[in-house]
């Protein structure tokens, strides 16, 4: 059967591209919302954009690795990531957007935001594996250059499938304040992750975070 057109736009073709992710996205939202839960973000190998205005971490380590992915025609894919890990993080006005090109429409945006009242959003043993990071940082009793495996001050290697050397460069301190975080990340990970004032949306003009 053909899709449907309407005003140029295959809808059935928008909504198998679109519907998975944004049916998942708003199930993990709905459980975060309602109370912590362990979550996992990442976007089908693709990169995603997050912001912040502030970030608070307590028991920080970092570390590089390789994450593993998919491109969106299904070739297997490898990115080199610093692993940023806490034992808590506190996160006023996150938000989250990840770009989808989808055939005949352009470029979707799935955009996550929250913590942006008076409740910051809270995390655990939160995993943050980076591309690139932009912000103004404070490190408290910093250790530069200890083995991963030997970073103490926060919540230990990331493990699983995680391809990481245990004795690669790493560095850890005791807390981290971050300031006007923009970064590029492909994945997420924490043991409990509560978004106070969750807000999801949807967008056609390739709208981010930054």
Not at 74 to 79: P, S
Not at 82 to 95: G, K, Q
Not at 108 to 119: D, E, N, P, V
Request: glycine share 12%; aromatic share 8%; proline share 3%.
């Amino acid at each position: 059967m053909e899709s449907q057109v309407r005003g140029g736009t295959r809808w059935k073709r928008f909504a198998v591209v679109m519907v998975p992710s944004v049916a998942a996205t708003a199930a993990i939202g709905v459980a975060l919302a309602q109370g912590a839960l362990a979550a996992s973000f990442s976007v089908s190998g693709q990169s995603f954009k997050v912001s912040a205005d502030r970030l608070e971490g307590k028991g920080f380590a970092q570390y590089g690795a390789i994450d593993d992915g998919y491109t969106l025609d299904g070739k297997k894919t490898a990115h080199p990531v610093a692993v940023s890990a806490f034992n808590h993080a506190d996160i006023t006005n996150l938000c989250q957007s990840v770009v989808t090109p989808v055939p005949g429409l352009g470029k979707i945006s799935l955009i996550l935001r929250a913590g942006g009242g008076k409740k910051p959003v809270s995390a655990d043993r939160i995993y943050i594996d980076v591309a690139d990071l932009g912000a103004d940082a404070t490190f408290r009793n910093i250790d530069i250059g200890v083995a991963a495996k030997d970073a103490s001050k926060g919540p230990g290697m990331k493990g699983g499938g995680e391809q990481a050397n245990p004795y690669g460069f790493a560095q850890q301190a005791d807390s981290a304040t971050l300031l006007n975080v923009r970064q590029t990340a492909w994945a997420t990970t924490a043991g409990t992750f509560e978004l106070s004032g969750l807000k999801m949306s949807l967008s056609t003009d390739g709208e981010e975070c930054y």
